[in-house]
């Protein structure tokens, strides 16, 4: 069933450090006493909840019946200015811990009542769970963490995060206590302190999706676009190898990279075919399995 009206909410609330995590929520307006289950959208690396076509995509999903609330993490880098990356002191220090910290926030802001919709009426103990590469990391890490994440989708999501930091970047963190990477989009140079990496291999048992998705049995959907230059999709293949999930799949989108070829920002009338695809899945697995 597809909902004309949704509603749009938006606000913050605090994350354990004392940091804003700031908040979207789009929900269904049914007109009856029907309780919607909700999604979580977890964005990636050097990404955030207004990114290209996001906030599109969350609203379909809430057009297909369900609560979605869209997040950024409170050390993203991402501050009142919804689109620039321009808080790189808490960028350099996003940690997978605080990351889930964060959610396990918005979990229980939602559980409470503290963050609701008055058009809509929400299930908030029944919850899925979307992410974008390291979003999608962290959805399939949180899918573990909290028993209330009923249902997983991730998109081009990296598998083993300790991978992707170079022999280089430990050597600058052992020398200097911190490196820079590139924004391609924007051109910056970002910084990354130490404690990332610390934080990564301390409680690596807790944090490293690799080894979280084992203990996964809820319903679980890997999809990954196979021309992904920044994360191979055999990311994607080993998780869904591993997850211990009975309803598990593996979708890999052809034609397309690891925004499945939407930009920033994105001011087309409709989104490009491998995106759409993406977004059938999605809302076809979560109306199948959330509910």
Not at 1 to 20: C, L, V, Y
Not at 49 to 60: Q, V
Not at 172 to 197: A, H
């Amino acid at each position: 069933m597809e909902f004309d009206n949704i509603s749009i909410s938006s606000g913050r609330i605090n994350s354990t450090d004392g940091n804003p995590i700031r908040w979207d929520l789009y929900s269904p307006i049914s007109g009856t006493n029907r309780e919607f289950p909700v999604i979580l959208f977890i964005h990636g690396f050097k990404g955030f909840k207004d990114w290209g076509a996001f906030p599109d995509a969350c609203e379909d999903l809430a057009r297909s019946g369900f609560g979605v609330i869209a997040f950024n993490l409170s050390r993203n880098g991402v501050g009142e200015n919804r689109y620039e990356l321009d808080q790189l002191d808490l960028f350099a220090t996003q940690t997978f811990t605080q990351d889930l910290e964060d959610i396990k926030t918005i979990i229980e802001s939602l559980q409470k009542g503290e963050i609701q919709d008055s058009h809509s009426s929400l299930n908030t103990d029944y919850l899925g769970i979307v992410g974008h590469s390291r979003g999608g990391h962290l959805a399939v890490v949180a899918a573990a963490e909290f028993e209330a994440i009923q249902c997983l989708v991730t998109w081009n999501a990296v598998g083993n995060y300790l991978e992707f930091w170079t022999d280089e970047m430990k050597a600058d963190w052992e020398k200097k206590g911190v490196t820079e990477i590139q924004n391609t989009r924007t051109g910056q140079m970002m910084p990354l302190k130490k404690v990332v990496y610390d934080d990564a291999i301390e409680n690596e048992e807790r944090v490293i999706a690799m080894h979280r998705v084992k203990e996964l049995r809820i319903p679980s959907l890997f999809m990954h676009a196979r021309e992904d230059e920044a994360v191979p999709y055999s990311h994607s293949e080993q998780l869904h190898i591993n997850s211990a999930a009975k309803d598990k799949e593996l979708r890999l989108i052809a034609k397309a990279g690891h925004t499945f070829n939407l930009a920033h920002p994105f001011e087309e009338m409709d989104f490009p075919k491998p995106f759409k695809e993406v977004m059938d899945e999605t809302i076809g697995w979560f109306r199948e399995h959330l509910r």
